[in-house]
């Protein structure tokens, strides 16, 4: 069997009468970097956002790590972190604060703060309040979120959005 982190069968998702979603199969393997491309309104965030079970499908099967995510989905979402279009932050909290909400909250390491404030580069405004933060910096903390648990499937939408 191979070694899929993600994988589609006809993926499906309507919003009243418009089709945002038309029967998507993917194979993604693990260890590597995938992504979508295409307009506006092509059904990339909706795509993401079932893959993440944010939003169900009405139609298909979505399986992370070859297991299906109905059913499993706490499990299966331990195991992944996720950046989905602006990070939601607590801006009367500190960057380091932030991190730590979510730390708790996954039971994580507290070492693990000062990994993912090094990998992107906001040890040294980690004591900030985020709403002095910068857009390139906000999102840069959500990277930080996202990276927090060391996943072992990492899910962007928009990651560079604001970056600076």
Known sequence: MQNLVIE????????????????VNLLVPG????????????GKTTTIRMLL?????????????????AGHR????????ALVEMPSLYPHLTGRE????????????????????????????ASRCVREYSLGMRQRLGLALALLNQPDLLILDEPFSGLD
């Open 98 to 125: 932030n991190l730590e909400v979510t730390r708790r909250l996954l039971g994580a390491a507290h070492s693990l703060i000062d990994r993912a404030l090094d990998i992107v580069k906001l040890t040294a405004d």
């Open 31 to 42: 260890a590597g970097v995938y992504g979508f491309l295409g307009p506006n309104g092509a």
């Open 74 to 81: 706490q499990q299966l979402l331990q195991r992944v972190g």
């Open 8 to 23: 589609t069968d006809s993926l499906t998702r309507r919003f009243q009468n418009r089709l945002a979603v038309d029967a």
């Open 53 to 69: 079970g944010l939003m169900r499908p009405d139609d298909g099967e979505i399986r992370l790590f070859n297991t299906p995510l």
